[in-house]
């Protein structure tokens, strides 16, 4: 079974200061990893993903997540926050073997100005 | 290209009534699923289809929840009867295929009320 952990139900930073949202995963096979993005009355937008290969990936507006097996780790990470930033951020779980994805509760993320 | 079509996007109805939720995917998405999304959680799999397929519907309460995929494009999920607990959102998404190289590109969702 895979299952997800996102640490901090809410996180707040102030404009232009660092983003870090936290993921931990529980996979008994190599996981594919994912970070979500929600918007107010939107559907799930994929912000990036890793499979194989790097372990620090690149993504959409500025966000970058590194894969630490041995932390079973995947923190989301921007440098310096924007106010259009704002928004629910979902951490998913996926593998070779299994395509549908398993979300983690999400992170709310509140940019003050 | 258009994206994951759902209708309709706000639903309100009285528990042990009936509801019906359409999701028409991304041209020539093979893959289809359904996640239920209560409010403060993140999306759960309800149903996972390829095709007219279904590939895992492992936690789908199928003593009132249904759905199908005849056609293998559009898919509709029912509700019957409704309960005060199935008040979430309910998202389709699709995939090109299978392969985790093809991202799942999610609808704007369907928030069902249930008084």
């Known amino acids: 079974a895979q299952s997800v952990t996102q640490l901090g139900s809410h996180v707040s930073v102030s404009e232009g200061a660092l983003v870090l949202l936290r993921c931990n995963y529980s996979?008994?096979?190599?996981?594919?990893l994912f970070w979500y993005v929600q918007y107010p009355n939107q559907g799930l937008q994929l912000l990036l993903k890793y499979t194989t290969g790097a372990t620090l990936v690149k993504g959409i507006n500025g966000f970058e997540a590194e894969f630490k097996k041995s932390e079973t780790s995947f923190h989301l990470t921007k440098p310096s926050a924007h106010m259009s930033d704002a928004a629910e951020y979902f951490c998913?779980?996926?593998?070779?073997?299994?395509?549908?994805?398993?979300f983690g509760s999400g992170t709310r993320l509140q940019v003050q100005p | 290209e258009a994206g994951v079509a759902q209708s309709p996007r706000y639903k309100i109805i009285e528990k042990r009534q009936s509801v019906a939720f359409w999701c028409n995917p991304i041209?020539?998405?093979?893959?289809l699923y359904w996640y239920q999304q209560i409010l403060g959680q993140g999306p759960k799999l309800l149903i996972q289809?390829?095709?007219?397929?279904?590939?895992?519907d492992s936690q789908l309460p199928k003593d009132r929840f249904s759905a199908e995929r005849l056609k293998g494009v559009d898919s509709t999920l029912k509700i019957q009867p409704a309960k005060l607990e199935d008040s979430a959102v309910y998202l389709c998404?699709?995939?090109?295929?299978?392969?985790?190289?093809?991202?799942?590109?999610f609808g704007n969702g369907t928030r069902l009320t249930v008084t």
């Open positions: 998404a699709s995939s090109l295929d299978l392969g985790n190289s093809s991202p799942l590109h």
């Open positions: 289809f390829q095709n007219n397929g279904v590939v895992d």
């Open positions: 996979s008994s096979v190599p996981p594919y």
């Open positions: 041209s020539g998405h093979a893959t």
């Open positions: 998913a779980v996926s593998d070779v073997y299994r395509r549908a994805l398993t």
